[in-house]
T-cell receptor, first 113, second 113 residues
């Protein structure tokens, strides 16, 4: 089945530690996105990528980094500079331009130890 | 900038009741509109979409009509079930390039037997 796989489902970070969240898609979608979800806040865009080796900052990029070396993969690194990383992180992809909807993975829940 | 406003929840209904979740938007361009649903601990699933004025999106008994004159996209269902309990997100995306989604804050629906 085609879809978006996020791993791990749960992740714990120690103070001062970088962690990387994985996102893989086999939908052959060009664009990929990372969102952060906090209770009562809705979803906020962290980074997005329209093509391989290119990405743009979203609304809350500070303390995060990404790479897009392959079309299928868009990992998100939560750095130690992100002072409040506890949240639910969602990865999405989109097939084409214009009116196509985004498709989402099942998310990774990150917590601080 | 673009924005989406949803009615605050939780919305609490009895099974077989009529559901309306209000959604209004502001956009600088001509957007597509979406409703996504999120079940506990999961990612977002596309529920329905509409890409131009007066379009009606429908799926699984849910409907929403794109009203340009009132900048609204209210979600309705004639008879809710316990299994419809979830968080519902209204979102917009401009119809240009790989544009990003702007989400409302979400509305929790709780349906009791």
């Amino acid at each position: 089945d085609g879809g978006i796989t996020q791993s791990p489902k749960y992740l714990f970070r120690k103070e001062g530690q970088n962690v990387t969240l994985s996102c893989e898609q086999n939908l052959n979608h060009d664009a990929m996105y990372w969102y952060r979800q906090d209770p009562g806040q809705g979803l906020r865009l962290i980074y997005y990528s329209q093509i391989v080796n290119d990405f743009q900052k979203g609304d809350i990029a500070e303390g995060y980094s990404v790479s897009r070396e392959k079309k299928e993969s868009f990992p998100l690194t939560v750095t130690s500079a992100q002072k409040n990383p506890t949240a639910f992180y969602l990865c999405a992809s989109k097939a084409g331009q214009g009116t196509q909807p985004q498709h989402f993975g099942d998310g990774t829940r990150l917590s601080i130890l | 900038g673009d924005s989406v406003t949803q009615m605050e929840g939780p919305v609490t209904l009895s099974e077989e009741a009529f559901l309306t979740i209000n959604c209004t938007y502001t956009a600088t361009g001509y957007p597509s509109l979406f409703w996504y649903v999120q079940y506990p601990g999961e990612g977002l699933q596309l529920l329905l979409k509409a890409t131009k004025a007066d379009d009606k999106g429908s799926n699984k008994g849910f409907e929403a009509t794109y009203r340009k004159e009132t900048t609204s996209f209210h979600l309705e269902k004639g008879s809710v079930q316990v299994s419809d309990s979830a968080v519902y997100f209204c979102a917009l995306s401009l119809n240009s390039g790989y544009s990003t989604l702007t989400f409302g804050k979400g509305t929790m629906l709780l349906v009791s037997p």
